[in-house]
């Protein structure tokens, strides 16, 4: 007898027939032998009508508040779901975050586990129901409910899974897996039947929608088997692994692409020390996270322009923050931009071999694109360029990494 959870999105929980459709393939992997736990979204399109009448309410809004809000959609989902299984003859138990006890900080909006205290679902499993979990959701010390960010719900997914020890973690989306870009962007892309958690987290954090990163992170910390698949379809879906021998030659694994970048630049900065600390501190403290950054010093004239990128969503607070930071270093101007995009290649491959970059940016430049800003890691190249030119982008890079051919067809050289 295995031991497996299941998470189910928005999309599939979207209607009473893919609520029942969530049901049959619990119980089915139930009747296999098998104990089930079924975490699940709220219903497709429900967080962000919520998210539209906090925002509706005020422009700046206490993030406590938010949470409890857009909390409310799973509470529907993981009802109509266990009620759904136990109408086919089956018990089945729903619970909400904090009554599992989802156990976390209090970074509201996006708030990070800390422990799951998992011994109701024990307790359940042992007495033969299929446990029904709402994701996205949890509780700080305090006793406030907490969210744990847009996609949480794998999260969740993923760290039931490392409290129960599960067997595997089967995520089940509105795709089949995942592809090496958008098949909505680039027709001819592929899905991977592997890829390793490093190269899985990278793409999460580039953009790719298919899994949250902090779930990646949590399946690779535990090393909980992961498999991302379709509940619209069967199919054997992308399994997540550890790196081998072959991931390692291949030398680019996908494309992906953010829009949820915005620029800010400081200009006229004075050039001594202390200076990014009061900038990225004063953002530090408003919970805003920082990506790329890079910094132009004048040595004539001891000056030096500051350009970083934040969530677009973070981009009106962040100029708000930055407001008087400015003034009292004497910086000459804060500017804004939100029509920007972030494009990356990604590979366990660049460990081993050269050329990627260079790779990258003549199939860019052929295009007349041009490069805003660059960052790079082991396994990754990321771009900033202007937004309008994104999907062209995305599909110059895809064709120049010949990324439609299977792996025998691309192996590095």
Same mark, same amino acid.
């Given at each position: 007898?295995?031991?497996?959870?299941?998470?189910?999105?928005?999309?599939?929980?979207?209607?009473?027939?893919?609520?029942?459709?969530?049901?049959?393939?619990?119980?089915?992997?139930?009747?296999?032998?098998?104990?089930?736990?079924?975490?699940?979204?709220?219903?497709?399109?429900?967080?962000?009508?919520?998210?539209a009448? &906090?925002?509706? /309410? $005020?422009? +700046?809004?206490n993030k406590? #508040?938010?949470?409890?809000?857009?909390?409310? !959609?799973?509470?529907? %989902?993981?009802?109509?779901?266990?009620?759904?299984?136990e109408?086919?003859?089956?018990?089945?138990?729903?619970?909400?975050?904090?009554?599992?006890?989802?156990?976390?900080?209090?970074?509201?909006?996006?708030?990070?586990?800390?422990?799951?205290?998992?011994?109701?679902?024990r307790k359940?499993?042992?007495?033969?129901? &299929?446990?029904? /979990? $709402?994701? +996205?959701?949890?509780?700080? #010390?305090?006793?406030?409910?907490?969210?744990? !960010?847009?996609?949480? %719900?794998?999260t969740?997914?993923?760290?039931?899974?490392?409290?129960?020890?599960?067997?595997?973690?089967?995520?089940?989306?509105?795709?089949?897996?995942?592809?090496?870009?958008?098949?909505?962007?680039?027709?001819?892309?592929?899905?991977?039947d592997?890829?390793?958690?490093?190269?899985?987290?990278?793409?999460?954090?580039?953009?790719?929608?298919?899994?949250?990163?902090?779930?990646? #992170?949590?399946?690779?910390?535990?090393?909980?088997p992961?498999?991302?698949?379709?509940?619209?379809?069967?199919?054997?879906?992308?399994?997540?692994?550890?790196?081998?021998h072959?991931?390692e030659?291949?030398?680019?694994?996908?494309?992906?692409?953010?829009?949820?970048?915005?620029?800010?630049?400081?200009?006229?900065?004075?050039?001594?020390?202390?200076?990014?600390?009061?900038?990225?501190?004063?953002?530090?403290?408003?919970?805003?996270?920082?990506?790329?950054?890079?910094?132009?010093?004048?040595?004539?004239?001891?000056?030096?322009d500051?350009?970083?990128?934040?969530?677009?969503?973070?981009?009106?607070?962040?100029?708000?923050?930055?407001?008087?930071?400015?003034?009292?270093?004497?910086?000459?101007?804060?500017?804004?931009?939100?029509?920007?995009?972030?494009?990356?290649?990604?590979?366990?491959?660049?460990?081993?071999?050269?050329?990627?970059?260079?790779?990258?940016?003549?199939?860019?430049?052929?295009?007349?694109?041009?490069?805003?800003?660059?960052?790079?890691?082991?396994i990754?190249?990321?771009?900033?360029?202007d937004?309008?030119y994104?999907?062209?982008?995305?599909?110059?890079?895809?064709?120049?990494?010949?990324?439609?051919?299977?792996?025998?067809g691309?192996?590095?050289?």
């Amino acid at each position: 007898m295995a031991l497996i959870v299941q998470k189910f999105g928005g999309t599939s929980v979207g209607t009473i027939e893919r609520i029942r459709n969530v049901a049959a393939r619990a119980v089915a992997d139930y009747n296999a032998g098998n104990q089930v736990v079924v975490v699940v979204s709220a219903m497709s399109g429900e967080t962000n009508k919520l998210v539209a009448l &906090i925002e509706g /309410v $005020a422009a +700046f809004y206490n993030k406590r #508040e938010y949470d409890v809000v857009v909390a409310a !959609g799973e509470q529907v %989902s993981i009802g109509l779901l266990a009620a759904a299984i136990e109408s086919m003859g089956y018990k089945a138990r729903s619970y909400l975050g904090w009554q599992v006890r989802f156990i976390t900080d209090s970074a509201f909006s996006k708030a990070r586990i800390k422990e799951v205290e998992a011994f109701r679902i024990r307790k359940d499993l042992e007495d033969g129901y &299929i446990v029904v /979990v $709402a994701g +996205f959701q949890g509780i700080d #010390e305090l006793g406030n409910l907490t969210t744990l !960010g847009r996609g949480g %719900s794998d999260t969740s997914a993923v760290a039931v899974a490392a409290a129960l020890k599960a067997d595997r973690c089967d995520i089940y989306t509105d795709v089949d897996g995942v592809y090496t870009t958008d098949p909505r962007i680039v027709s001819k892309a592929r899905k991977l039947d592997h890829i390793s958690y490093d190269e899985m987290l990278e793409m999460a954090s580039l953009g790719a929608k298919v899994l949250q990163i902090r779930s990646v #992170e949590l399946a690779k910390k535990y090393r909980v088997p992961l498999r991302v698949l379709s509940s619209l379809e069967e199919g054997t879906g992308t399994l997540l692994t550890e790196e081998n021998h072959m991931m390692e030659n291949i030398l680019v694994s996908g494309i992906t692409y953010d829009r949820n970048e915005a620029k800010v630049t400081i200009q006229g900065v004075p050039d001594k020390p202390g200076i990014a600390a009061a900038v990225f501190g004063a953002l530090a403290d408003a919970n805003i996270n920082v990506d790329m950054i890079i910094q132009n010093v004048s040595a004539s004239s001891g000056e030096t322009d500051l350009t970083f990128t934040v969530p677009r969503g973070d981009h009106k607070m962040a100029i708000k923050v930055l407001e008087p930071v400015v003034a009292q270093i004497g910086a000459r101007s804060l500017l804004g931009n939100v029509e920007i995009a972030k494009v990356s290649a990604v590979g366990v491959g660049m460990r081993s071999h050269a050329g990627v970059a260079q790779r990258m940016f003549r199939a860019l430049s052929q295009e007349g694109i041009n490069i805003q800003m660059i960052s790079t890691s082991e396994i990754k190249v990321s771009v900033v360029i202007d937004e309008k030119y994104m999907e062209l982008a995305v599909r110059a890079l895809h064709d120049a990494f010949e990324l439609e051919k299977g792996a025998e067809g691309r192996i590095a050289s």
